[in-house]
């Protein structure tokens, strides 16, 4: 039962243009989302989050945008840089019992110069 | 501040044998996280405590898995007897509060059963 899908194994952008990574979820009770972005031989670190009562937010070059009628959301990365190359995992809440993170498969992003 | 630390970085075992994997969380931190993550797939919590109790566990296959955190800190998660399927990343992680709110992981431990 993935709760939390990211459709899309691998993505390669060209420096300096826009990256855009998708997730869409199940669970419609989720209430927070977050973004992680994992380098080789390193654990994942937190990028980004948006709360559900949102539908954007913004740090940088980095901004997610939540569609909850859709139950999809997005990370868009602008202008990209080589340095964005890593895997990025979306990860949702699910606000009873343990407030547990389910996360999604990972999306590649490759920034070619 | 230090980040999370784990050891080992890398275990090569044969099936049947037993592994365990150590953590240190961010000092502070009263809530840790043991994730398991398989090639291709994202972290899947396996065990979750806040200060030296359990909060959920309900994904750790007891039959083999089992893990401690005594003192409230450090965190020791062990594998007996190991299968295959068992190879993976093992990932620790911790936030300062329980609630799945931003959390800081580890490099994780690289599991290879033979």
């Known amino acids: 039962d993935q709760q939390v899908k990211q459709n899309s194994p691998s993505l390669s952008v060209q420096e300096g243009r826009i990256s855009i990574l998708n997730c869409d979820y199940t669970?419609?009770?989720?209430?927070?989302f977050l973004w992680y972005k994992k380098y080789p031989a390193e654990g994942p670190t937190f990028l980004i989050s948006i709360s559900s009562i949102k539908d954007k937010n913004e740090d940088g070059r980095f901004t997610v945008f939540l569609n909850k009628s859709a139950k999809h959301l997005s990370l868009h990365i602008v202008p990209s840089q080589p340095g964005d190359s890593a895997v990025y995992f979306c990860?949702?809440?699910?606000?009873?019992?343990?407030?547990?993170?389910?996360f999604g498969q990972g999306t590649r992003l490759t920034i070619n110069p | 501040e230090a980040g999370v630390a784990q050891s080992p970085r890398y275990k090569i075992i044969e099936k049947r044998q037993s592994v365990a994997f150590w953590c240190n969380p961010i000092s502070g931190h009263a809530t840790l996280y043991w994730y398991q993550q398989i090639l291709g797939q994202g972290p899947k919590l396996l065990i979750q405590f806040q200060n030296n109790g359990v909060v959920d566990d309900s994904q750790l296959p007891k039959d083999r898995f089992s893990a401690e955190r005594l003192k409230g800190v450090d965190s020791t998660l062990k594998i007996q007897p190991a299968k295959l399927e068992d190879s993976a990343v093992y990932l620790c992680a911790s936030s300062r509060l329980a609630g799945g709110y931003e959390q800081f992981f580890g490099p994780g431990t690289r599991l290879t059963v033979l």
């Open positions: 669970n419609s009770m989720f209430d927070y």
């Open positions: 990860a949702a809440r699910n606000p009873q019992g343990a407030q547990k993170l389910v």
